[in-house]
Nanobody, 114 residues
Framework: QAQFVESGGGLVQAGGSLKLSCIAS????????MAWHRQAPGKQREFVAG???????NYADSVKGRFTISRVNAAYTVFLQMNSLKPEDTAVYYC????????WGQGTQVTVSS
Protein backbone atom coordinates (compact mmCIF):
# COMPACT_ATOMS: atom_id res chain seq x y z
CA GLN A 1 0.00 0.00 0.00
CA ALA A 2 1.38 3.37 -0.99
CA GLN A 3 2.14 5.98 1.60
CA PHE A 4 2.46 9.72 1.10
CA VAL A 5 4.42 12.10 3.32
CA GLU A 6 3.79 15.80 2.78
CA SER A 7 6.07 18.61 3.95
CA GLY A 8 6.87 22.26 3.33
CA GLY A 9 3.88 23.96 4.88
CA GLY A 10 4.10 26.89 7.23
CA LEU A 11 2.93 30.38 8.08
CA VAL A 12 3.31 33.01 5.38
CA GLN A 13 1.95 36.47 4.74
CA ALA A 14 -0.48 37.14 1.92
CA GLY A 15 1.40 37.50 -1.34
CA GLY A 16 4.13 35.14 -0.22
CA SER A 17 5.22 31.76 -1.54
CA LEU A 18 5.66 28.22 -0.32
CA LYS A 19 6.77 25.00 -2.00
CA LEU A 20 5.22 21.77 -0.80
CA SER A 21 6.79 18.36 -1.30
CA CYS A 22 5.28 14.90 -1.20
CA ILE A 23 7.29 11.70 -1.11
CA ALA A 24 5.53 8.53 -2.16
CA SER A 25 6.52 5.03 -1.18
CA UNK A 26 5.27 1.58 -2.03
CA UNK A 27 3.53 2.59 -5.22
CA UNK A 28 4.12 2.46 -8.93
CA UNK A 29 4.75 6.16 -8.71
CA UNK A 30 5.94 6.82 -12.24
CA UNK A 31 2.84 5.11 -13.66
CA UNK A 32 0.32 6.96 -11.50
CA UNK A 33 -1.33 10.32 -11.80
CA MET A 34 -0.88 12.42 -8.68
CA ALA A 35 -2.75 15.33 -7.20
CA TRP A 36 -2.74 17.82 -4.39
CA HIS A 37 -5.92 18.38 -2.43
CA ARG A 38 -6.62 20.69 0.50
CA GLN A 39 -9.06 20.87 3.38
CA ALA A 40 -9.87 24.06 5.21
CA PRO A 41 -11.50 24.05 8.67
CA GLY A 42 -15.17 23.17 8.41
CA LYS A 43 -14.97 22.45 4.68
CA GLN A 44 -14.71 19.37 2.53
CA ARG A 45 -11.46 18.31 0.98
CA GLU A 46 -11.09 19.84 -2.48
CA PHE A 47 -8.94 19.24 -5.54
CA VAL A 48 -6.14 21.75 -6.07
CA ALA A 49 -3.88 20.45 -8.85
CA GLY A 50 -3.17 17.23 -10.71
CA UNK A 51 -0.38 15.84 -12.86
CA UNK A 52 -0.55 12.77 -15.07
CA UNK A 53 2.16 10.14 -15.37
CA UNK A 54 3.16 11.89 -18.60
CA UNK A 55 3.35 15.33 -17.02
CA UNK A 56 0.06 16.89 -18.15
CA UNK A 57 -1.32 19.22 -15.51
CA ASN A 58 -4.66 20.66 -14.48
CA TYR A 59 -5.67 23.08 -11.78
CA ALA A 60 -8.66 24.26 -9.81
CA ASP A 61 -9.84 27.63 -11.08
CA SER A 62 -9.06 29.18 -7.70
CA VAL A 63 -5.32 28.50 -8.05
CA LYS A 64 -4.71 28.78 -11.79
CA GLY A 65 -1.83 31.08 -12.57
CA ARG A 66 -0.59 31.00 -8.97
CA PHE A 67 0.21 27.33 -8.24
CA THR A 68 2.39 24.92 -10.22
CA ILE A 69 2.46 21.16 -9.76
CA SER A 70 5.47 19.13 -10.87
CA ARG A 71 6.99 15.72 -10.27
CA VAL A 72 10.36 13.96 -10.24
CA ASN A 73 9.67 10.30 -10.83
CA ALA A 74 13.18 9.14 -9.98
CA ALA A 75 12.74 10.69 -6.53
CA TYR A 76 9.15 9.50 -6.03
CA THR A 77 8.30 13.13 -5.32
CA VAL A 78 5.61 15.56 -6.37
CA PHE A 79 5.81 19.28 -5.67
CA LEU A 80 3.38 22.17 -5.40
CA GLN A 81 4.85 25.63 -5.88
CA MET A 82 2.43 28.17 -4.45
CA ASN A 83 2.86 31.86 -5.26
CA SER A 84 0.76 34.93 -4.54
CA LEU A 85 -0.80 33.16 -1.59
CA LYS A 86 -4.12 34.39 -0.24
CA PRO A 87 -5.74 33.92 3.19
CA GLU A 88 -8.31 31.66 1.53
CA ASP A 89 -5.50 29.25 0.63
CA THR A 90 -5.19 28.41 4.32
CA ALA A 91 -5.76 24.67 4.68
CA VAL A 92 -4.13 21.32 5.28
CA TYR A 93 -2.65 20.15 1.97
CA TYR A 94 -2.53 16.48 1.00
CA CYS A 95 -1.10 14.58 -1.93
CA UNK A 96 -2.38 11.27 -3.23
CA UNK A 97 -2.72 9.13 -6.30
CA UNK A 98 -5.21 10.51 -8.78
CA UNK A 99 -7.90 9.73 -9.79
CA UNK A 100 -8.01 6.69 -7.50
CA UNK A 101 -6.71 7.89 -4.14
CA UNK A 102 -5.19 5.53 -1.61
CA UNK A 103 -4.89 6.12 2.13
CA TRP A 104 -4.46 9.79 2.97
CA GLY A 105 -1.32 10.99 4.77
CA GLN A 106 -1.08 13.51 7.59
CA GLY A 107 -0.92 16.48 5.26
CA THR A 108 0.96 19.71 5.79
CA GLN A 109 -0.57 22.87 7.24
CA VAL A 110 -0.47 26.06 5.20
CA THR A 111 -1.53 29.24 6.95
CA VAL A 112 -1.70 32.54 5.07
CA SER A 113 -2.07 35.67 7.17
CA SER A 114 -3.66 38.84 5.84
Amino acid sequence: QAQFVESGGGLVQAGGSLKLSCIASGSRFSMDGMAWHRQAPGKQREFVAGISSGGSTNYADSVKGRFTISRVNAAYTVFLQMNSLKPEDTAVYYCNRFPSPLSWGQGTQVTVSS
